[in-house]
Every structure is written in structure tokens, then in C-alpha cells.
């Protein structure tokens, strides 16, 4: 893998084979061999490390130019000024990456393989709301993630680790204090050797080994850390005076009684970590002291069962030829840029200085030396032998001002943020797609750099669902978690038991934008009536958490159903058992017309059903037929006039178009029926006056003709509000338009 002489300088100490040729079982043999790999991957990281300071400088908000050598020259007044433009690009980023998490109200999902299938999708959601609880209670996920988000947006690659392999609660870290080989190809299966820096202050370093044999048992060195900690303490005790620590026993008891931090002197010492992937894939662990070690503090050797259980990387891109070292961050990108654009802003301001002031040419030396100025209220006299200069000093402005527009233009389209030198904002020609445009390249993030994000993030949430699912130790954290799944009705078999490879990081919708997600919803919302219910809830739902946050949204639409039943959901089982016993219910106008539909038209379509199978009596089904028509139709009629119920109210019209066959269909069988009944009265010797039965004939033709004149009425009165509803709907974007070209062109 590594045919560079940089990079096998690199890993020399690191052996593979034994001299038989069998693949060894630690592929480090000492700590010397360890250091040795640690001063190769820090020389040769040495160039990137100054290059990595002057990016963070930059984004500090330090000056273009280097004052002492301004001074040194004679230019000490002129402007030397950062900006802040740097600074202003790293957050517009990295709200974009914070708005990732803040905005969903779970970080993950998972699956579960235990339970009956009906309940266990409940059981899933609640799983992962009370996992997203828990890294949202702990105090540093916050800070963690930023610093992620920061140290590889800057820098092109941010780093998670996790200090044990039973700890849920992972660290942040960058290539400042995180070395590998250059040359390694961006995967943490690749990583052959990774070595951590880390400051322990010295209480830490003791409580490893607080308990001497249970800490030699899981692989400390506890001689080792003794001599660390001697060598490294001095503190100023009790009397004053300064103390060397030359024997372990009076330490001991200066950490015991605390003593030890009154007046410390040497507070922390330098520990390495060294994350070694032996020739099984597996990932030894070692620890010593960074200056001067004697031998491992800590050695466990295959502690981790893959490399993705002990670091994930993240990266801000793929870089030149697909290694870690190749890839670029944002600083790196910009930092050309930001230099000459703070440069040219700094002698804008000297010219704009240099042509307001006065300029004034002495007669001599003596003349200079003597130059005074006498002040008289709004005038000045100077002194004799001064004569002020005219001067033609060129217009800077003209100049720069053009040079920095087309500089910032290139700097926001290679760093896809808002250009301030873009479409007029205040056209009237610009549309709603222009629009949509414009907010999806103010704060987006790249498809490429979200996927590449939301790759290492998937892993990480995976790794840490693993972590909590199988942790076996006494967090306080973990045994609450698992407390508030019981309380829930989700048992703890079913959170070991999840399908932990199935787990996958929830994504935000509108890639990091507020504004683009808002659009995206509003476009869900046009087609919302095809949805059930419990999607049209959740689309409600993202709508409101996405304008007042996740934890007011509950006071509009609760997470949880059962907390507050829908009144129409019981009003409309109601009416559906007055509507079958026949008889006329009215619509109301508050009512949620939607949840009325989704309850009356299944019904309407059994009665349409039983009908054509003949599983129904038409005598007794016309009535109920044409009472559930009528409520129906009038239902319809009002959510026509909701746009989110328009896919609803489409079926709903086919629906009742079968209807309006039925009815026809049936008042024929129910008059075929009368016809054999007559019939059959008359052969019986029934004798039937003929009047009467021409009346009767003549009446259920009436009656017919009636309800297909009823009929039509209402389709007719229907489509009218359909027709008039949509008209205003129009109407009022035509003059919304009108009002927002009135106000742009004003």
C-alpha cells in the first residue's frame, strides 16, 4: 500500500510478519518503535501543520500584513486590518450543518426484530426518540458536533473517536492532534496506524490507577503511570515551599488528601494514543507518555473489533486522488482569496485617508521642526515658510472597488453562499423559480458534501446505537434511557434485540436551509390530499416545528395522537349511523371536512358494493344510499375550498359519480320490483284499480325525475364552487403578485 519512501519512512517501527512469514499478533514491538512512528507522521505532517495555523489565523481574524515588518519599513500606520470575511463564510457553513440536527425531531431510526408487526413500529419511534433524548441530554453532543463541523469545514477532515470500546459518548479531533500516514486512502479500513494527543491533568492519570490490580488486569502499566506522574508534578504545598515528588507514597497522599491541587505547576502531561490495525482487521490500543517514555502506559491488544468502532473521519470532500491529506476545506479554498481582498480593502481605506488630508510642503527643515498650527474657532493659521501643496492623488476607489466586487462574486460561487452582487433582489421579473433559486444557493449545502456528511454521520449514529444497545456498565445516562423505554411500553429485550446494522441517521429536509425546507413543504402541501391522515399530520407537524422549533410543536400538534383525539373522528361515526338508518344529517362549516370524507366514503362504497353483488335489498339501501349522498356531496362542496384537500376531493367526486349510477340503478330495481308485485297481486284475483296504479306509476316517475333534477342540482352547484373557489384562488395570487411588484418597483 505504501511504495512512498515518505510514507515507509512514516511506519517504520510498524512490522506486519514475523520472520516465518505468520502475521504477528502486535505489529508494534515496543514503545520505541511506537515513538519512532510518532516523530515520522509528525515531521512529515510539519508543512501541512503550518499551513493549518495560518488558516486558522486567518479565520481568527488576523491581520494581512505582518506589523513588525510594517514598522520595520516605515509603514507602521498603514491599515492592516482583517475584515472578518473569512469568519462570516465559516458560519454561514456551518449553520447550514448545524440546522442538520437542530431541525429534526429524531437524529435516528431504528429497526427492531422483536414483537408482533403491528406494534412494532411504535416501539421503534419510541426507541429512537429516547435515543435522540439521550445524546440530546448529554452536555458536551452540542459542543462535540460543532467542533466537528468546524474543524472539518475549515480543514477538510474532522475526526470521532471513543477513548473505550463500551462508551457511548464519542470524541472530537482533527490532524492537529490526530497523525496518519500521508498517502492513506480515505477509508478508516485504510488506516494502518493512527496516533492521538491528548492533555491529561494528573488526577486523571492517577484514578486509571487508583486500584492497582483491577487496573493491571485491563491493561495498565501501572509502574509506568507512577513514574509519568512523579516525573511531571511539582507543586507548591502547605509551607510555601516547592515540592519534587521523589517517592510515590507522599504523591499518593497529596492526590488523596487533594493537596496536590493548590498550587500546581505542571497541571497536564502529553499522552499518545496510539489505534494500531493488526493484519485480522482488528485494532490494538496503546497509550505512553509523550516526552521521554519508558515503556506503554497502556497496551490491549485487538481492543476493538474494527476500525470503525474506534475513529470515524469525516470529510468536507474527496480531495485530488482520493486520500485524506488530499482533501481541501473551506480555509484552504478561500485563504488566497481572503488575503488579497483584506489587502485591497486596507489600501482602499489608505487612499480614501491619503486624499482627505492635507498636504503641506515646509520651506526647510527648520520650517518643519517649527510647524504649528493656531486654531480661531473654525479657522487655522499655520505657521510662516508652509505653503499647502495642490495635489492630483488617483481615485483608489474606482479602481479597487471593481477588483473586489469580481473577487467576492468568485469567492460566494466557489463557496456556494449568498451573492450580494447577484439578480437584483428588487426586479419585478423575477418569478417564484428565480426566487426558490436564490434561497437554495444562499445557505445549501452541496449534494456531494451532504452525502459525504451524512455517510460518516450514519456511521457514527450506528456505532453509537451499537454502544448503548449492548452497554453493560453503570451509566446513569443509559439506565435512564432505558427506565423511560419501559415507561413507554417498549421493554429492554427489545432495544438489545434491535437490528443494529439497519441503523441510519434521519435526514433533514431542505439540505440545511430553513428557507429551501419551507419550500419543500409547501410543495408536499399541494398534493397532501392524496396522503392518509397520519401523513397529513406529519407533513402539519413539519410545518410547524420547522416555524417555531421542535419544542414548541407540541403545543400546536402533539408527537404523540393519543395525547388528543380528533372530536370529528368521533363525530363522524356518529353520523354515519344516523346516515344508514336513513336519515338527513347537516354539514357544518368548522368541521374537518377531510376526516369526515375518509370516514363516510368507505361506507358509501360498501353500500355501492353490496349493491352490485346483491348482497343488499334495494328497497331497503335507496334511502340510506341517497341520505349518504347528500352528506356527502355537501362535505365535498366545503373541502373543495382547502387546496391541500384537492387529491381527496377528486376521488371523492368519482366516488360520488358511482353513487349517482347507483341511485339510478336502484330506484329502476325498486320500480321492477313494484311491477311483479302488481303482477302478482293481480294474478292472485287481487283486483287493482287502474287509476290507482297509472297514479302510482305516474307518482314514482315524478319522484324519479325529482331526484335526477336534485341530482344534477348539485353536481351543478358543486362544480360552481369548485369553479368560484378556484376564480378567487387566483384572484388573490394575481393581486398578491400586483402588491409585491408595487412594493419591489417602489
Not at 500500500?1 to 515496543?30: T, V
Not at 509551607?239 to 510515590?248: A, G, I, N, P, V
Not at 456531494?448 to 451509566?475: H, P, T
Request: net charge negative; hydrophobic share 35%.
Amino acid at each position: 500500500m505504501y511504495n512512498d519512501p515518505h510514507a515507509m519512512q512514516e511506519l517504520d517501527g510498524l512490522a506486519a510478519f514475523d520472520e516465518d512469514g505468520k502475521p504477528m499478533e502486535s505489529r508494534i514491538k515496543d514503545v520505541k518503535c511506537a515513538l519512532r512512528i510518532f516523530q515520522g507522521l509528525r515531521k512529515a505532517d510539519e508543512q501541512s501543520s503550518i499551513n493549518r495555523s495560518r488558516v486558522d489565523a486567518m479565520f481568527d481574524g488576523a491581520n494581512p500584513y505582518n506589523q513588525s515588518q510594517l514598522n520595520a519599513s516605515g509603514q507602521g500606520l498603514k491599515t492592516n486590518l482583517n475584515f472578518g470575511e473569512a469568519q462570516r463564510l465559516l458560519d454561514i457553513s456551518l449553520s447550514a450543518y448545524v440546522d442538520l440536527y437542530s431541525s429534526l425531531e429524531k437524529l435516528v431510526e431504528v429497526k427492531g426484530t422483536q414483537g408482533e408487526p403491528s406494534e412494532i413500529t411504535q416501539q421503534e419511534d419510541i426507541v429512537s426518540e429516547e435515543i435522540t433524548h439521550l445524546l440530546r441530554s448529554w452536555p458536551d453532543f452540542h459542543s462535540h458536533y460543532l467542533r466537528l463541523c468546524t474543524t472539518f469545514i475549515k480543514h477538510g477532515t474532522g475526526i470521532t473517536y471513543f477513548d473505550t470500546p463500551d462508551d457511548w459518548q464519542f470524541r472530537v479531533g482533527s490532524f492537529a492532534d490526530f497523525l496518519i500516514p500521508r498517502q492513506t486512502p480515505a477509508s478508516e479500513s485504510a488506516i494502518d496506524v493512527a496516533i492521538g494527543r491528548r492533555q491529561y491533568h494528573m488526577h486523571e492519570l492517577f484514578n486509571f490507577i487508583k486500584n492497582p490490580k483491577a487496573a493491571e488486569k485491563v491493561g495498565w502499566n501501572v509502574d509506568e503511570v507512577k513514574r509519568v506522574l512523579l516525573k511531571n508534578v511539582t507543586t507548591r504545598g502547605r509551607d510555601s515551599e516547592r515540592t519534587y515528588y521523589s517517592d510515590w507514597e507522599s504523591l499518593q497522599a497529596e492526590m488523596k488528601n487533594n493537596d496536590i491541587y493548590e498550587g500546581i505547576q505542571n497541571p497536564t502531561v502529553g499522552i499518545l494514543h496510539y489505534w494500531v490495525q493488526e493484519m485480522d482487521g482488528t485494532i490494538s490500543h496503546y497509550m505512553s507518555a509523550e516526552d521521554n517514555p519508558k515503556d506503554f502506559l497502556y497496551k490491549k491488544v485487538s481492543r476493538y473489533g474494527s476500525a470503525e468502532q474506534a475513529y470515524i473521519m469525516f470529510t468536507y470532500g474527496v480531495g485530488s486522488n482520493g486520500t485524506y491529506h488530499s482533501v481541501r476545506g473551506l480555509g484552504q479554498r478561500i485563504f488566497a482569496h481572503i488575503q488579497t481582498s483584506n489587502r485591497l480593502r486596507c489600501q482602499q481605506i489608505d487612499g480614501a485617508m491619503l486624499s482627505s488630508a492635507i498636504m503641506i510642503q515646509p520651506e526647510n527643515q527648520r520650517s518643519l521642526d517649527e510647524l504649528q498650527f493656531t486654531y480661531y474657532g473654525a479657522y487655522a493659521v499655520m505657521s510662516p515658510n508652509v505653503k499647502i501643496v495642490e495635489k492630483a492623488i488617483p481615485n483608489l476607489g474606482t479602481a479597487v472597488q471593481p477588483a473586489l466586487q469580481d473577487l467576492t462574486q468568485q469567492l460566494q460561487l466557489n463557496t456556494d453562499t449568498v451573492s450580494t452582487y447577484g439578480p437584483q433582489q428588487s426586479s419585478p421579473y423575477r418569478n417564484q423559480m428565480q426566487i426558490t433559486a436564490d434561497m437554495d444557493v444562499t445557505t445549501r449545502l452541496s449534494g456531494a458534501s451532504l452525502n459525504l456528511f451524512y455517510a460518516s454521520w450514519n456511521r457514527l449514529m450506528r456505532e453509537v446505537v451499537r454502544r448503548i444497545v449492548n452497554y453493560k456498565g453503570r451509566d446513569p445516562m443509559i439506565k435512564d434511557f432505558y427506565e423511560r423505554c419501559a415507561k413507554r411500553g417498549v421493554p429492554e429485550k427489545f432495544v438489545r434485540t434491535l437490528d443494529v446494522g439497519k441503523t441510519r441517521a434521519v435526514r433533514s429536509i431542505g439540505n440545511g436551509s430553513m428557507a429551501n425546507r419551507m419550500v419543500a413543504l409547501r410543495e408536499l402541501q399541494g398534493i397532501s390530499g392524496q396522503f392518509d391522515e397520519v401523513g397529513r399530520r406529519n407533513l402539519t407537524r413539519d410545518i410547524v416545528s420547522t416555524r417555531v422549533g421542535q419544542d414548541l410543536a407540541d403545543r400546536y400538534v402533539p408527537s404523540d395522537v393519543q395525547k388528543r383525539p380528533t372530536v370529528d373522528l368521533k363525530i363522524a361515526y356518529f353520523e354515519n349511523q344516523q346516515l344508514q338508518e336513513g336519515e338527513n344529517v347537516p354539514v357544518v362549516a368548522n368541521e374537518l371536512h377531510g376526516t369526515h370524507l375518509e370516514i363516510h366514503v368507505p361506507v358509501l362504497n360498501q353500500i355501492i358494493e353490496g349493491l352490485n353483488t346483491g348482497e343488499v335489498d334495494p328497497m331497503e339501501a335507496l334511502p340510506i344510499l341517497q341520505a349518504f349522498y347528500q352528506h356527502i356531496s355537501d362535505t365535498a362542496q366545503f373541502a373543495a375550498g382547502d387546496p391541500a384537500l384537492e387529491g381527496l376531493v377528486g376521488q371523492t367526486r368519482q366516488v360520488l359519480q358511482f353513487a349517482e349510477e347507483a341511485i339510478n340503478n336502484t330506484m329502476k330495481a325498486v320500480q321492477k320490483i313494484q311491477r311483479e308485485q302488481a303482477q302478482a297481486m293481480e294474478q292472485e284475483g287481487m283486483a287493482v284499480d287502474a287509476e290507482q296504479n297509472q297514479m302510482a306509476q305516474q307518482q314514482s316517475k315524478m319522484q324519479e325525475h325529482e331526484i335526477k333534477m336534485q341530482i344534477a342540482q348539485e353536481k351543478a352547484e358543486l362544480d360552481m364552487a369548485i369553479k368560484q373557489k378556484k376564480h378567487e384562488q387566483e384572484m388573490a395570487i394575481a393581486d398578491a403578485k400586483a402588491a409585491l411588484e408595487f412594493r419591489q418597483s417602489s
